[in-house]
């Protein structure tokens, strides 16, 4: 059973095209572990094998918040 879940948060590209996206990765009880920057890498390896939850759109000032709060906080056991 998975017991991890995987979201991806969206805005806009920035002004030269490139992706502002992140995932958060959840416990089974909706308790955040981390945050991992897309980049141009696409989907991270860690969310293949994760229940995925719905992408949401966000401005560009979130996208850059949970970048700034919780980027390379990582909790799960690898």
């Not at 002004?15 to 897309?38: F, H, S, T």
């Not at 390896?45 to 996208?63: N, Q, R």
Request: aromatic share 12%; proline share 4%.
């Amino acid at each position: 059973m998975k017991e991890k879940m995987c979201q991806q948060f969206r805005a806009d590209n920035d002004i030269n095209g490139n992706p502002q996206r992140v995932w958060a990765v959840y416990d089974k009880n909706g308790y955040l572990l981390g945050v991992i920057n897309e980049g141009f890498g696409g989907k991270p390896g860690i969310c293949h094998d994760l229940i995925a939850l719905p992408s949401v759109e966000v401005s560009v000032k979130e996208y850059r918040e949970w970048l700034d709060t919780f980027n390379g906080v990582e909790y799960w056991e690898k």
